[in-house]
């Protein structure tokens, strides 16, 4: 369609051209000829320059017809406000150069430099208008006196969660429970990349995906929570752990998160980290040197006559002398803790047995 309608302007422009250099043909070389081949001179020019629309019109189109679909790919990835920010950015960009482009106008040459002015002014506007995009979007809303308390407490309570923080799961159970309220960000390029690894030929990463997924709508179904897709994206960085430290920075918001490289990252670069691995460990029951702990010792430790058990949180216990009663329940005396980036580890000996 696009070839087709490109290609009647250029006949149609031909035809008219066609029709000028006939009347010159005619006046210049055809005046003292007969008619008739005034009349042919004039069908011959039409003709030959509408052939000619007619081919560059076909080259055009096809050309013009690449440049809209590359144009419609290019434009799915920009954010709706970046456009219409950017809109406002060049009508803004415009209005600026009009009165310098009517002084200019005034003399013979002025309109090409009024023409440069316009074009500047209004790439000036759009450049502007979209990187300080927040900062004109926060001179028209509304006072902080209007916002409800509803609003502002979910605007202070809100978090960004990355793939690992979805996929996990455990924050769903947390948000019902109560303990965590306000709004969960999820930025649209960890939505796209956990749909891509949802979509993966490896079994055991189509499960992840479709597990996020479905974490994600159980979010969406929760009381205490508001899930947001946050539209900003960052095409000039590259990875999704870059682009979400770029996001905290800009939205002022801490990530959620159990990826230990994303929480080095973010925490070197001044983000606030919430790592559910963290929260975890802190939510353990503590136990002190001197406590009874009565569990079944499943397999042998790493040192020789060691038992190790796991308490039903899944802390690790290593029993000295346990080996030997390995498959049966025990009780055992607390010795001493271990606190380590994995998680915690028990010392126990064995105690009294019934």
């Known amino acids: 369609m696009v070839v087709l309608i490109v290609r009647l302007i250029f006949m149609v422009v031909g035809g008219i051209g066609g029709y000028e250099l006939g009347e010159l043909l ?25 052939g ?5 019109g076909g080259a055009a189109g096809r050309y013009t017809a690449k440049l809209l679909n590359r144009f419609e790919v290019a434009i799915q990835d920009i954010p709706g406000t970046d456009l219409l920010m950017g809109a ?4 803004a960009g415009f209005l600026i150069a009009f009165l310098p482009s009517m002084i200019l106008f005034r003399s013979y040459p002025g309109w090409v430099f009024a023409l440069i002015l316009y074009t500047v002014c209004g790439v000036i506007g ?7 995009k927040d900062d004109l979007i926060a001179l028209f809303r509304p006072s902080r006196h209007y916002v409800s308390s509803e609003e502002q407490r979910k605007a202070v309570d ?5 793939t690992s923080a979805i996929v996990d ?5 947390i948000c019902y429970t109560g303990f965590l309220e306000g709004q969960l960000v999820v930025p649209r390029f960890v939505l796209d990349e956990l749909q891509a690894v949802a979509d993966s030929e490896d079994p055991l990463k189509r499960n992840r995906g479709r597990r996020g997924l479905e974490v994600l709508n159980d979010l ?15 095409p000039e960085l590259s990875g999704v752990d870059t682009k979400l430290v770029a996001l905290a920075k800009a939205l002022n918001l801490p990530i959620m998160t159990t990826d230990f490289n994303l929480n080095k990252i973010a925490e070197l670069q001044g983000v606030r980290v919430l790592n559910v691995n963290e929260l975890a460990n802190s939510l353990k029951p503590v ?11 499943i397999r042998e430790g790493k040192e020789p006559g060691q038992g190790v058990g796991y308490l039903d949180d899944g802390t690790m216990v290593v029993v000295e002398g346990g080996k030997k009663y390995i498959g049966k329940e025990v009780r055992t005396v607390v010795t001493s803790t271990l606190q380590t980036a994995a998680g915690r580890m028990i010392f126990a000996s064995m105690g009294n047995r019934e």
């Open 158 to 162: 809100a978090r960004i969660l990355d």
């Open 220 to 234: 969406q179904r929760q009381e205490y929570v508001e899930v947001r897709i946050e539209e900003r994206d960052f």
């Open 88 to 91: 406002v950015g060049i009508i």
């Open 287 to 297: 136990v002190l040197p001197g406590e009874t702990l009565t569990l079944t010792l």
């Open 52 to 56: 000619l629309g007619f081919v560059i």
């Open 169 to 173: 799961g455990r924050i769903a159970d």
């Open 126 to 132: 759009y450049i502007v208008a979209v990187q300080k």
């Open 26 to 50: 005619e006046r210049s070389y055809l005046q003292n000829l007969d008619p008739t081949y005034s009349i042919i001179g004039f069908i011959v020019s039409v003709i030959v320059c509408v």
